[in-house]
């Protein structure tokens, strides 16, 4: 079992900034990608982005495409989303995810196998 703990969430204003982190605690298993999701209010979950945990490489929401960059550390197990140019429409709760068998694809909440609580992100205008 694996336990994520997602921080850094909070109230921005539109064009503002935040850095949510993802920690997770020592797994038996060898992360193979790691991603945030988000959810709002009446909306099915969507993929914001993923890193692949070896290689590094990075997909993104067209939504989120140059203002988001994901990013990792490895020896802490963290991911971290910085977000920047926040619009209210990017106003919900984020979730990490971690993937402990290879997918092809990481941008649907099918790949990942552990979840986060969420942490939750208001952008007013």
């Known amino acids: 079992q694996v336990q994520l703990v997602e921080s850094g969430g909070g109230l921005v204003q539109a064009g503002g900034s935040l850095r949510l982190s993802c920690a997770a605690s020592?797994?038996?298993?060898?992360?193979?990608?790691m991603g945030w999701f988000r959810q709002a209010p009446g909306k099915e979950r969507e993929f914001v982005a993923a890193?692949?945990?070896?290689?590094?490489?990075?997909y993104y929401a067209d939504s989120v495409k140059g203002r988001f960059t994901i990013s990792r550390d490895n020896p802490k197990n963290t991911v971290y989303l910085q977000m920047n140019s926040l619009k209210p429409e990017d106003t919900a709760v984020y979730y990490c995810?971690?993937?402990?068998?290879?997918?092809?694809?990481?941008?649907?909440?099918?790949?990942?196998?552990?979840w986060g609580q969420g942490t939750q992100v208001t952008v007013s205008s």
């Open positions: 995810a971690t993937e402990k068998t290879y997918r092809t694809v990481v941008t649907v909440t099918g790949a990942y196998d552990y």
């Open positions: 020592r797994s038996t298993f060898r992360t193979q990608a």
């Open positions: 890193i692949r945990w070896t290689l590094g490489q990075t």
